[in-house]
Nanobody, 121 residues
């Protein structure tokens, strides 16, 4: 069974930085797109950034120039470097990945459990 485990969340002051990690484990045959979403209290979950298997990236306008998504395919891990954080970045951040399990024959989407990011002075 495939699992995604996030780490790296926490409390940071405005203008600070955090780096989130998400490691996929289990009977993995291949990983296609990976990404990060976030959900603030009372709001819908929204896309933050995605990265394709060959490295093409996509960002929400609200984080462009401040956040950087990257991946280490050897480690089945995706990262989100978040700089110049703002209070409006406060949310639970979720990892998302399109993964094909060994012998499954097709890929499906998986979600991590989420990690809290709080930006406050």
């Amino acid at each position: 069974q495939v699992q995604l485990v996030e780490s790296g969340g926490g409390l940071v002051q405005p203008g600070g930085s955090l780096r989130l990690s998400c490691a996929a484990s289990g009977r993995i045959f291949s990983i296609n797109a990976m990404g990060w979403y976030r959900q603030a209290p009372g709001k819908e979950r929204e896309l933050v950034a995605t990265i394709a298997s060959r490295g093409i990236t996509n960002y929400a306008n609200s984080v462009k120039g401040r956040f950087t998504i990257s991946r280490d395919n050897a480690k089945n891990t995706v990262y989100l470097q978040m700089n110049n954080l703002k209070p409006e970045d406060t949310a639970v951040y979720y990892c998302n990945a399109n993964i094909e399990e060994i012998a499954a024959g097709r890929a499906r989407w998986y979600w991590g459990q989420g990690t809290q990011v709080t930006v406050s002075s």
